[in-house]
């Protein structure tokens, strides 16, 4: 079989032994630590009100309504300063004009809250036939409006010449166009809304499925683990060993409460995942004693650094079972990590026989669903931002390899 080089990761000559000491007591409770879709999930919480494209107006109008009646307010107040400029420009007495413009201004108003309830009712219509309505609705209240403005001038304005048959209607075209304007920023605005929510939902479908996929991934190993302990456990209750028996049931006690507290979407210390495998290496070392050997290099610095919890206890099961166990010696198992450049590093080593195909690992007895599962784990947690490496070691054994971006808790 040919080898590979050796890894870098972790060559450096530490002290062994020096992982965090464990204790026989349960945890006393989760240790909460931001992860990826927690600070989603803290986001989500902080949107519930306001989900989608009514978050972005909110901020500067507040509520929907609100957001309605701003527009309306700035829209018709942009209208009375194009009518003043027109009156200007005519040379018009503003002191009576102003009351026309005025009147308008109340007319158009009545007129775009009406539109409203009108276009709310249509919203669902394919294009076409909504953009030919527009237009109809557009034409008839642009006539109306018209109609009712020159009727009105006359009172409002000394002088004001009357107006019969056509006349009634000469600013129709300015009046509708100002209303197709309106109706062009009111569907505009609930297009752009439309989009803005689809799109946030899409993003929190993700996330959801993220998070549903990565507690897949992690539970889906915990019914093999536990049928394995629960069979050892029997085994040493038939074989009157009820001390060992005990002590197993203590230790499996406590590693499935930390199971339940920490999340599997949830991030956490070096030095916490580190505990939690003693407390599996522990129920293990019940069942192989002597066999089961496991050194540690961590350094200081990692062992703050934030990684998936359980991330390492299906390699180690993985390791155990295809390297220590059919061993008659049984073997060693080290687990080293470090950081280097922003990253943190953690290498696997075990003395067993090593993979002979290391692109095909499922297929060789099942032995790669471990080592499958935390690739998948990762990729859904770190996307493109992660290394793992499986490597045939000098002169036996299996080394995995994992780089991912060194995080530390955030926690004030």
């Known amino acids: 079989m040919t080898r590979k080089p050796k890894n870098h990761i972790g060559e450096a000559s530490n002290e062994l032994h020096n992982a965090p000491e464990h204790t026989d007591g349960p945890i006393d409770g989760p240790v909460h630590v931001p992860g990826l879709f927690a600070d989603a999930l803290h986001t989500d919480e902080g949107r519930k009100e306001n989900w989608g494209a009514d978050a972005n107006m909110d901020r500067f109008f507040g509520t929907k309504e609100r957001t309605f009646w701003s527009f309306q307010a700035l829209g018709w107040a942009g209208y009375g300063l194009v ?28 007129m775009t809250t009406v539109m409203r309830y009108i276009y709310h009712l249509i919203r669902e219509w394919p294009l076409p036939a909504i953009l030919l309505f527009v237009i109809v609705i557009c034409a008839t209240f642009g006539l109306t409006f018209s109609y009712l ?52 939902q899409a993003l929190k479908a993700i996330s ?47 590693f499935l409460r930390f199971t339940l507290v920490n999340q599997p979407t949830q991030r956490i210390p070096l030095d916490q995942e580190l505990h939690a495998l003693g407390l599996y290496l522990d129920i293990e070392k019940v069942r192989f004693s002597d066999r089961l050997n496991v050194e540690f290099e961590i350094d200081d610095q990692a062992r703050s650094a934030l990684i998936p919890s359980l991330m390492l206890q299906p390699l180690i099961e993985n390791a155990i079972k295809y390297a220590i166990a059919p061993e008659i010696d049984g073997g060693t198992i080290k687990v080293e990590a470090r950081v280097e450049n922003g990253w943190l590093k953690i290498a696997l080593k075990d003395s067993g026989p090593g993979i002979d195909d290391l692109n095909n690992i499922v297929s060789q007895s099942g ?24 490597e045939n070691l000098e002169p036996t054994g299996l080394g995995i390899f994992i780089e991912i971006p060194c995080e530390r808790d955030r926690r004030p």
């Open 83 to 110: 009518r003043t400029f027109q009156a200007l420009t005519l040379q018009s007495d503003l002191r009576f004009h102003s009351i026309l413009i005025l009147a308008a201004i109340f007319i158009g108003l009545s």
């Open 149 to 200: 403005e020159i009727t009105l001038g006359p009172f409002l304005i000394p002088g004001f010449e009357r107006q019969a048959g056509l006349g009634l209607f000469a600013n129709a075209m300015f009046e509708a166009t100002a209303l197709f304007a309106w109706s062009a920023i009111y569907f505009g605005y609930h297009y752009y809304q439309g989009m803005q929510e689809q799109k946030e």
């Open 208 to 254: 959801m499925a993220h998070q549903a996929q990565l507690k897949m991934l992690r539970y889906q190993l915990n019914p093999h683990f536990l049928f394995n302990t629960l069979n050892a456990i029997s085994t040493l209750v038939l074989e009157k060993s009820e001390e060992d028996a005990n002590k197993m049931l203590t230790k499996l006690s406590s």
């Open 367 to 390: 032995s790669g669903v471990g080592i499958t599962n935390t690739k998948e784990r990762l990729h859904q947690i770190y996307g493109a931002n992660h290394v793992i490496m499986l």
